[in-house]
């Protein structure tokens, strides 16, 4: 009696193991399967595509910042390189193509740095700033009265700016 209960008592304890190591083996793959033919829902389209859109902005401005202490830091080539990658990737981030307009400005190349600034006022034309950047690049290759109407349009639309009135006033008396 004593070895038949012994002999139950192991069978069970069989079946209490076998069933655990049976379920994970089969399990994990059959959950793998079922994982990979779910449908995806168009809620979890949208919070995937959110995710991506939020990572790829956190990313851009990142790399905005970066390249503008690069800049500040007086290392203007890098913060091209930085800027030059962020447009291309990014050309509709306006405050990328007006920095990279105003970076390759003051290296001296008025040619690359024109169509972004003109980009800038094309998307946003009440834009000061890029008024004020876009008339000193026409000011240093002597279009001075294109020049003129961009520091009197900054200067129009931003008065209190103490820089942009003066610009504005000094280009007048040219």
């Known amino acids: 009696m004593r070895e038949q209960r012994s002999h139950l008592t192991d069978e069970r304890r069989l079946r209490h193991l076998a069933l655990p190591i049976l379920l994970v083996a089969s399990g994990c793959a059959g959950w793998k399967q079922r ?9 979890r389209a949208q919070r995937e595509t959110e995710a991506i859109r939020n990572f790829e902005e956190q990313r851009d401005s ?14 203007a080539a890098r913060a091209e390189t930085m800027l030059v990658g962020l447009v291309a990737r990014r050309p509709d981030n306006l405050e990328a193509q007006l920095l990279l307009g105003e970076v390759q400005w003051s290296r001296g190349d008025a040619s690359s740095a024109e169509p972004h600034l003109r980009a800038v006022l094309s998307a946003q034309p009440n834009r000061p700033d890029a008024h004020h950047a876009l ?11 294109e020049a003129q109407l961009h520091f009197a349009r900054a200067a129009e639309l931003e008065p209190d700016n103490v820089v942009y009135r003066e610009t504005c006033q000094t280009q007048a008396v040219r």
């Open 35 to 43: 994982l990979e033919t779910a449908p995806v829902t168009p809620q």
């Open 135 to 145: 008339g000193l690049l026409l000011d240093g290759t002597g279009r001075l009265s």
């Open 62 to 75: 990142a790399q905005l910042t970066a390249a503008l202490d690069r800049w500040k830091q007086n290392d």
